[in-house]
């Protein structure tokens, strides 16, 4: 962006903060793992050109996780112009604005902040010369509860999960219990009564337009207990990551509003459907689709065949950012819909790529990359796929033959030479380790990146985990 046009920018920002007479200014940013961090400021403080929107603002990167030591803590934050908007959670009128991280010192951009990796991907896509532009289409599934309660000590560990749509609650005295429960794996589209959510999801997709995400549609999705799925429109590769943050960000907070909870947890129920973020992707080169063939099978390009084939060699790696908790290996199991099959395929969602077949339109052919979840890092998550496609390109990575049939009825010795996904986080990290050359190509993800995600997933979430008994374990040893 040269500097004229972000001077334009921050006085577009200036000037709807006049407008609407906004009083607060909320200064947010992404932790390593994926959550957003803020605070706040007097919007007089953004009123002019200069200042915050040069020399930024400062914070304690030590209590951020994935950041600094005590010793350097010092960070900057600088806001972005171009991602700013009226918040839709505060009651007090306020803007808030997506900001980048920089180092106080070096006055560079922070090696460790996630959304840096993200830009440096795109810039990375241009400089290879095969295209200008990547866009992203997500499918963040979640669900939206009535009550969520979970304790962990040391004589005690429990979770419980309510939610009026709930099966397990067609016999509960409710004062009076109207029925209309979808039951499992039977929740993909009924009209309400079954879905009560309707209105609270018509309330969060207009929220997201008024926000500036344009979103194409909303649905109840196929697991009990208040399952849904909101469609945004295509987008490029850090817009769209900063556009998940702010998905989630309006998702949770009116699900509040109503009195109810929303989680992008992967698997929160045991026994039905977990949910995932299906993750469409293409690549264009002065505005045209390069992923279209029109005599290729299911309208893809040779190019696109090879970006097939670095997603599913390097998928085990990717899944270390995109499936990147403990719990994301209890959807990524057969039977509950779950992409673990290593193939691809037109129509069938059995398999880890998809290429969807609606329609011919060259503008619409892209691949659907199905194993992530919404617990990612879409800053992380993202780069990582477009790095193994590119990887794919480059190396001419042939992915084989499509599987257009349904894996889970194939003969055992068929289906058992068709590799899956990774059983575990564990598995994952390993595949990391073993394979990020693609990654760091261009600079874009940096050694600190990778050594950092590493110890964060070791040494806090993955034991923590293994040590504490597992509730079912009393069920299956109480008695040895």
């Not at 866009?135 to 509860?145: A, Q």
């Not at 099966?167 to 029925?179: A, D, F, K, V």
Request: net charge negative; aromatic share 10%; glycine share 6%.
């Amino acid at each position: 962006m040269s500097p004229e046009q972000r001077e334009d920018d921050v006085q577009r920002v200036i000037q709807l903060i006049r407008e609407h007479d906004l009083q607060i200014v909320d200064l947010k940013f992404t932790d390593l793992p994926g959550l957003w961090q803020h605070f706040s400021v007097p919007a007089a403080d953004l009123l002019e050109p200069d200042g915050v929107w040069t020399v930024g603002i400062g914070f304690d990167g030590s209590s951020i996780r994935g950041f600094q030591e005590i010793h350097e803590s010092d960070m900057l934050l600088i806001p972005d112009p171009n991602r700013a908007f009226i918040d839709p959670a505060c009651q007090i009128p306020t803007l808030s604005l997506v900001c980048d991280v920089y180092d106080p010192v070096t006055r560079q951009a922070y090696s460790r902040d996630p959304r840096y990796v993200s830009r440096k991907a795109e810039e990375y896509l241009r400089s290879t010369g095969l295209a200008d532009t990547s866009y992203w289409g997500p499918e963040l599934e979640h669900f939206i509860f009535d009550d969520i309660r979970f304790s962990q000590d040391v004589n005690h560990g429990f979770y419980f999960i309510d939610s009026i749509e709930g099966e397990w609650n067609s016999g509960r005295e409710e004062g009076p219990n109207l029925g209309y429960k979808p039951r499992y794996k039977e929740g993909y589209f009924p009209v309400p009564p079954h879905d009560t959510l309707q209105d609270i999801r018509s309330e969060i997709m207009l929220t997201m337009i008024n926000c500036g995400i344009e979103m194409e549609v909303h649905h109840h999705e196929v697991a009990t207990a208040g399952q849904g799925e909101f469609d945004m429109r295509y987008d490029s590769l850090t817009n769209m990551a900063d556009k998940v943050l702010m998905y989630k960000y309006i998702v949770k907070n009116i699900a509040r509003k109503h009195g109810k909870v929303a989680t992008f947890m992967p698997k929160p129920l045991f026994n039905d459907n977990g949910s995932g973020m299906h993750t469409h992707q293409s690549l264009w080169k002065n505005g045209e689709n390069i992923f279209y063939e029109p005599e290729g099978y299911a309208l893809i390009s040779q190019t696109c065949h090879y970006y097939i084939g670095g997603l599913l060699k390097h998928a085990a790696a990717i899944l270390a950012f995109a499936a990147p908790t403990t719990n994301s290996y209890r959807r990524l199991v057969p039977g509950f819909e779950a992409p673990v099959n290593l193939m691809y395929s037109q129509r069938n969602r059995s398999a880890c790529v998809r290429i969807p077949v609606y329609n011919t339109d060259p503008r619409q052919k892209r691949v659907e990359f199905r194993p992530p979840d919404p617990a990612c890092n879409p800053y992380l998550a993202f780069p990582a796929m477009l790095m193994a496609g590119l990887d794919g390109i480059e190396n001419e990575i042939d992915p084989g033959p499509p599987v257009d049939k349904d894996v889970y009825t194939l003969p055992p010795d068929e289906a058992a030479k068709i590799p899956t996904t990774p059983g575990s986080l564990e598995e994952a990290l390993h595949a990391l380790e073993e394979d990020h050359d693609f990654l760091i190509k261009g600079g874009v993800f940096t050694t600190d990146v990778l050594e950092t995600w590493l110890e964060l997933k070791r040494t806090r979430e993955i034991p923590e985990v293994n040590l504490r008994p597992h509730p079912w374990e009393f069920r299956l040893y109480f008695d040895v």
